[in-house]
């Protein structure tokens, strides 16, 4: 010690840096940023200069080591698991996540309009609560006991786009134990949406989860009987595995597809929605004038399996032939968007064709023109059903009036209703059906065949929807209005047309 602390400055200078190489050799890269500050700390001018230098020295050494640390621990300790942004997974993930206790603890979070929230706003001041989610740090959490990281980080990408990813890891090196939990998430996000159907829509060229919706019971879209039925059991004989084995038995790629036309509010939409909710399938919608022929063949290629893609009024986004009768990528879908930001039809026609698309989808296309689509966009093989919905006709102006003053069938009440609003079923219901019998004769009566769309009849008979009565005395006025609004639609529309000629 004696001879330590009688030592000059050189000789201690000459001593540290014997230890440099030392240090160098478990921190590479440390000794020729830390040389400077040993020259200034041995031969420093006074006492404070050298407490500056030891106090810099260690802050930098302690987090030159906590990340050399760190990275060893991630290395040999640690398992991982990273959940991309755009995958179904990274819902569940976060889904889950913010069901634990800890993330009401997380210090930094995400704040967004809960937008899902079904809980019945009384006042005001209720409407629009706040959702929080763990975001840009990590959370520590103990899940059966073990630790485990979450971390999620957010920043912007090209154009302002929010982007995304997330980790889950464990202490531990038995990766089985970050799918387990992942599993967690995956039954726990499925029993949430049990009863929903997902609807997705297209961020870029990938899918994202945009909402999800209670099923659409198929009796509440009121259409031609024969035509549902044979619409239900085409769909059930196409989803049926062995339906799967005999497309691939023959080298055909599993897929099918519908059109559905005719007059707006006929209810194109409402049947494709429950169909999906009929047979537990999900909805992809593709909306063409925000696409280009690349991203529609990602799209199309990461399309899970048993899945509904929908093309709503495709009539507004196809076009026709060009005149040489060409497919070419010249011709496009989706004219209102800018040239090289289109969908060739010819690509259309090709995902449609299912070489790049997944097995057991159903398309379903919507349009109220049929006659402006281009015949290959529909030819068989592409749209293997055409299903024209029409207006109201006699029986469905019944089951309209029978659907709006009829109690639900218990299915379709949610369980906290179910117990105020229930009728008993039997005696009840036949009562009231005869209640209702003469009175949905005399509505079918008022009202003309085939001139108005179920979303007309259902818009009014719900104007009356506390009075039966009331909606049979003020049929006539209801459509007295509604024949003059469409002769004045009628005649706006000329003039426009007019002007546009000249
Ligand atoms: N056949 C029907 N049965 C029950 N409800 C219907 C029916 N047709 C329309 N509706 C109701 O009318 C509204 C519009 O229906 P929907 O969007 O399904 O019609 P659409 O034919 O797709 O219309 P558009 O061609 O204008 O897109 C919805 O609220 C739906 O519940």
Same mark, same amino acid.
């Given at each position: 010690?004696?001879?330590?602390?009688?030592?000059?400055?050189?000789?201690?200078?000459?001593?540290?840096?014997?230890?440099?190489?030392?240090?160098?050799?478990?921190?590479?890269?440390?000794?020729?940023?830390?040389?400077?500050?040993?020259?200034?700390?041995?031969?420093?001018?006074? %006492?404070?200069?050298?407490?500056?230098?030891?106090?810099?020295?260690?802050?930098?050494?302690?987090?030159?080591?906590?990340?050399? %640390?760190?990275?060893?621990?991630?290395?040999?300790?640690?398992?991982?698991?990273?959940?991309?942004?755009?995958?179904?997974?990274?819902?569940?993930?976060?889904?889950?996540?913010?069901?634990?206790?800890?993330?009401?603890?997380?210090?930094?979070?995400?704040?967004?309009?809960?937008?899902?929230?079904?809980?019945?706003?009384?006042?005001?001041?209720?409407?629009?609560?706040?959702?929080?989610?763990?975001?840009?740090?990590?959370?520590?959490?103990?899940?059966?006991?073990?630790?485990?990281?979450?971390?999620?980080?957010?920043?912007?990408?090209? $154009?302002?786009?929010?982007? =995304? !990813?997330?980790?889950?890891?464990?202490? @531990?090196? /038995?990766?089985?134990?970050?799918?387990?939990?992942?599993?967690?998430?995956?039954?726990?996000?499925?029993?949430?949406?049990?009863?929903?159907?997902?609807? $997705?829509?297209? !961020?870029?060229?990938?899918?994202?989860?945009?909402?999800?919706?209670?099923?659409?019971?198929?009796?509440?879209?009121?259409?031609?009987?024969?035509?549902?039925?044979?619409?239900?059991?085409?769909?059930?004989?196409?989803?049926?595995?062995?339906?799967?084995?005999?497309?691939?038995?023959?080298?055909? &790629?599993? !897929?099918?597809?519908?059109?559905?036309?005719?007059?707006?509010?006929?209810?194109?939409?409402?049947?494709?929605?429950?169909?999906?909710?009929?047979?537990?399938?999900?909805?992809?919608?593709?909306?063409?004038?925000?696409?280009?022929?690349?991203?529609?063949?990602?799209?199309?290629?990461?399309?899970? !399996?048993?899945?509904?893609?929908?093309?709503? /009024?495709? /009539?507004?986004?196809?076009?026709?032939?060009?005149?040489?009768?060409?497919?070419?990528?010249?011709?496009?879908?989706? +004219?209102?968007?800018?040239?090289?930001?289109?969908?060739?039809?010819?690509?259309?026609?090709?995902?449609?064709?299912?070489?790049?698309?997944?097995?057991?989808?159903?398309?379903?296309?919507?349009?109220?023109?049929?006659?402006?689509?281009?015949?290959?966009?529909?030819?068989?093989?592409?749209?293997?059903?055409?299903?024209?919905? $029409?207006?109201?006709?006699?029986?469905?102006?019944? +089951?309209?009036?029978?659907?709006?003053?009829?109690?639900?069938?218990?299915?379709?009440?949610?369980?906290?209703?179910?117990?105020?609003?229930?009728?008993?079923?039997?005696?009840?219901?036949? @009562?009231?059906?005869?209640?209702?019998?003469?009175?949905? +004769?005399?509505?079918?009566?008022?009202?003309?065949?085939?001139? $108005?769309? &179920?979303?007309?009849?259902?818009?009014?008979?719900?104007?009356?929807?506390?009075?039966?009565?009331?909606?049979?005395?003020?049929?006539?006025?209801?459509?007295?209005?509604? +024949?003059? =609004?469409?002769?004045?639609?009628?005649?706006?529309?000329?003039?426009?047309?007019?002007?546009?000629?000249?």
């Amino acid at each position: 010690m004696a001879s330590l602390g009688n030592a000059s400055p050189t000789h201690n200078q000459s001593f540290l840096f014997d230890k440099m190489p030392l240090l160098d050799l478990f921190f590479p890269g440390l000794a020729p940023a830390t040389s400077p500050a040993w020259s200034l700390l041995t031969g420093g001018p006074n %006492i404070y200069s050298r407490a500056l230098c030891i106090g810099g020295l260690l802050l930098l050494f302690g987090k030159y080591a906590s990340e050399y %640390i760190e990275k060893l621990v991630e290395t040999y300790l640690l398992s991982k698991i990273e959940v991309p942004y755009t995958d179904e997974a990274y819902d569940m993930l976060i889904f889950w996540v913010c069901s634990q206790p800890f993330a009401r603890l997380a210090r930094t979070s995400l704040a967004t309009i809960d937008l899902k929230s079904t809980a019945e706003s009384g006042s005001h001041a209720e409407k629009k609560p706040l959702h929080y989610s763990p975001c840009n740090g990590r959370s520590y959490f103990w899940h059966k006991r073990r630790l485990f990281v979450f971390d999620r980080q957010r920043s912007l990408g090209e $154009f302002g786009t929010a982007r =995304e !990813q997330a980790y889950v890891s464990y202490f @531990g090196r /038995d990766p089985t134990v970050l799918r387990e939990l992942l599993d967690e998430c995956r039954r726990h996000y499925l029993d949430t949406v049990k009863n929903k159907t997902s609807v $997705f829509e297209h !961020q870029g060229d990938r899918w994202k989860a945009s909402k999800s919706m209670a099923k659409r019971e198929m009796s509440t879209v009121i259409i031609d009987k024969k035509l549902k039925e044979m619409l239900l059991d085409d769909v059930a004989e196409f989803l049926d595995p062995k339906t799967r084995t005999w497309y691939s038995r023959r080298g055909l &790629p599993y !897929q099918r597809g519908y059109l559905l036309y005719g007059p707006p509010g006929t209810g194109k939409s409402s049947l494709c929605l429950s169909i999906a909710g009929h047979f537990d399938l999900d909805v992809y919608v593709l909306t063409m004038s925000s696409l280009n022929d690349h991203s529609l063949k990602s799209l199309f290629a990461e399309l899970p !399996q048993h899945c509904i893609v929908l093309i709503e /009024d495709v /009539d507004a986004t196809a076009v026709h032939r060009k005149p040489d009768g060409s497919t070419d990528a010249s011709t496009s879908v989706g +004219q209102n968007s800018p040239v090289g930001k289109r969908v060739s039809l010819s690509t259309l026609l090709n995902v449609l064709d299912g070489l790049a698309s997944s097995e057991g989808r159903l398309l379903i296309m919507t349009t109220n023109h049929i006659e402006r689509l281009d015949p290959a966009l529909i030819r068989p093989g592409r749209v293997d059903m055409k299903l024209e919905l $029409f207006l109201a006709n006699e029986d469905m102006i019944n +089951q309209l009036f029978y659907f709006v003053y009829n109690n639900p069938p218990k299915s379709n009440i949610r369980e906290d209703e179910s117990e105020r609003n229930v009728y008993q079923a039997g005696e009840e219901k036949a @009562g009231e059906d005869c209640k209702l019998l003469p009175l949905a +004769q005399e509505f079918v009566a008022k009202v003309p065949k085939l001139e $108005f769309s &179920p979303a007309e009849i259902l818009s009014f008979l719900l104007e009356n929807k506390h009075s039966p009565h009331h909606a049979i005395a003020n049929v006539a006025v209801w459509m007295e209005k509604l +024949q003059e =609004e469409r002769t004045k639609l009628t005649r706006t529309t000329s003039w426009a047309l007019d002007d546009d000629d000249h």
